[in-house]
């Protein structure tokens, strides 16, 4: 009786680590390599490969700082370290800003995606925060580019999903399905949708003047 209750017990443990295992596991489907024109892989080299300094970029730099206030303080319970969400959400919003890209589809995205987790892995292989496939690297990048790498993953990441807007005439329904592999089923554009309706959701209180970049108290560039 004893050693029945004692397997029972183990079975249940195992079972309750698995269940937190599958939880941890990275949700990204799997990308769809195709072959490119060399037109466009020209074009998406020349993106991945370019590298200046991040910075945010917004109309007035009020503006900047409570769009960096806001979301850090919604990112510190998955990013306790000050200057590590700094650097995230600056990176977020210049390459996303750089790609013509909503910032907080893409933190929607990476919410979705990894959990904000720079080291995460699918079970598809996919790679870091926006988990990239490792096929990208050889298709429009470098042998030297690290997709566990913040800009890089980053840079790729914003740069396939305006690739697909830019397939899909920008139907972002259809992109964020050709982004995760699953083109033509609603459950992961809605997912990513709805993370970002309820967790990233954000409009300026100025919307007035040009862009400009924030550049105050070592905020408009990164080394």
């Given amino acids: 009786m004893n050693t029945t209750l004692s397997m029972r017990r183990s079975l249940r443990t195992i079972g309750a680590v698995l269940m937190v295992l599958v939880s941890l596991q990275a949700r990204a489907g799997n ?9 466009v892989q020209n074009s998406l080299h020349r993106s991945v490969s ?9 109309a007035t730099d009020v503006e900047g700082w409570a ?18 969400r700094r650097d995230f959400l600056i990176t977020v919003q210049y ?13 929607g995205l990476i919410n979705h995606e990894s959990n904000f987790r720079k080291y995460a892995v699918s079970g ?10 490792p096929f990208w690297v050889r298709q429009i990048g470098d042998s030297g580019h690290d997709l566990f790498t913040l800009r890089t993953n980053l840079r790729y990441g914003c740069t396939i999903l305006r ?3 830019d397939i899909e005439q920008g ?7 050709r982004y995760n592999g699953s083109l033509g089923r609603g459950e992961y554009p809605t997912s990513v949708l709805g993370s970002m309706k309820r967790y990233w959701s954000w409009t300026p209180a100025i919307a007035d003047g040009s862009h400009a970049e924030l550049g105050h108290g070592g905020i408009k560039t990164l080394n």
Wanted: overall charge negative.
């Fill in 124 to 133: 598809a292989g996919a790679r870091g925060f926006m988990q990239v496939m």
């Fill in 50 to 58: 370019d590298y200046p300094a991040p910075h945010l970029i917004f």
């Fill in 171 to 177: 139907d972002v329904y259809r992109a964020l399905g």
């Fill in 163 to 165: 690739y697909y807007l």
């Fill in 95 to 107: 390459e996303a800003t750089r790609a013509g890209l909503d910032p907080q589809l893409v933190l």
């Fill in 31 to 39: 990308q769809v390599e195709e072959a490119l024109a060399s037109r």
């Fill in 67 to 84: 769009w960096l206030a806001d979301m850090s303080s919604r990112l510190a319970s998955k990013m306790p370290d000050w200057p590590t």
